[in-house]
């Protein structure tokens, strides 16, 4: 094995399972301590900054000369749990590839940036402008790590390392998870007129908001992300078959585009109930808010986006697709405040899937080409 490879199997060989996810998993705090030992043990100054106890994110610098632009290069630590899989923390190689938990969805990309940090910091010519480096937890969840970073440190721009098939990244869609309780009356099954089934109440939201995908799908499309959507995700309801229900809990996504905001998602919802509630005076039902990320979307000819076609461009022989995902990143996280962010880096498959693999020279491409976005952006 080469550095890169030995370095990528060292990682995708320690569980970072996180434990919101899984209960019980391993968490962030081990593949922590190796990235900064490893950033320590090159001449890279890294610290350990707790977000949760024992979840801590890794922050490095390379300091430039001055009157350059800040890069923040990012990837997240954690991955999502490994039931099913044989040997998730084995990495191993075959065909060019490396399989393992992980070693797709992100370490790769976390891999190739340590080595791009190495590279700037061997060069002759120092760098005008900084660049850090954000190695975070919980971005499988619920984006904690990134949320810390954005509340503690800035930057002129974000190179987010997730794999992207070798694609420039400059949006994504959101997503806003809510909850619709519908209220039943208790009773007794063989006695309908004391009972209220919420269940069945709950089917007319399941038709009405079926009816709102509809809709959502036929509005004008965003030329990267298509429309958004709506889904349900949970059920849960009843207590015995003998008993009217008198609750019934709805689990709803919305994944939104940008523009969309909470308030008109929600606005949406209430109307869809009050409709109901207008045609039943027995149906009741009620809307809860549980959590809200936002889409992300950068300017494709901003100077970050220009730095890593240009990078890409002089690495692979040819620019770069430029293109949007369907899903959600810390990305949107660093642009809330004011960081603009892309997103770049290897190729593979399976990602959260029972055999993952990225493609090592893919990997090999992207440590070139961070590092040539460090060069064109700082300077």
Known sequence: MDALENLLADLVRIDSVNPDLVPGGAGEAAVAAFVADWLQGVGIDAQLEDVRPGRPNVVARLRGSGGGRTLMLNGHLDTVGV?????????????????????????????????????IRERSTPLRGDVLFTAVIDEENAGLGTRAIAERYTADGA???????????VAHRGFAWHEIETHG?????????????AIAHMGRVLVAFEGLQRVLASRPAHPLLRTGSLHAGLIRGGQELTSYPASCVL???RRTLPGETLEVIEAEYRGILERL???DPAFSATLRPLLACSPMETDPQGPLATAVRAAAAA???????????????DGATLAEVGIPAVLFGPG????????????LE?????????ARVIDGFCA
């Open 83 to 119: 039931v099913g899989m044989d040997s998730p923390h084995s990495p191993r190689v075959a065909g060019g590839r490396m399989y393992g938990r992980g070693a797709y969805d992100m370490k790769c990309g976390l891999a190739a940036a340590m080595l791009a940090l190495v590279a």
């Open 159 to 169: 190179l987010i390392a997730e794999p992207t098939e070798l694609s420039l990244i």
């Open 185 to 197: 009356v208790a009773a007794h099954g063989s006695l309908p007129e004391e009972g209220v089934d």
């Open 251 to 253: 689990g709803l996504e």
């Open 277 to 279: 509630a207008t045609d």
């Open 315 to 329: 690495t692979l022989g040819q620019e770069p697709e430029t293109a949007g995902a369907p899903f959600w990143t």
């Open 348 to 359: 593979g498959a399976g990602a959260h899937a029972f055999e993952e693999w990225v493609d």
């Open 362 to 370: 893919s990997v090999r491409q992207c440590v070139a080409i961070y």
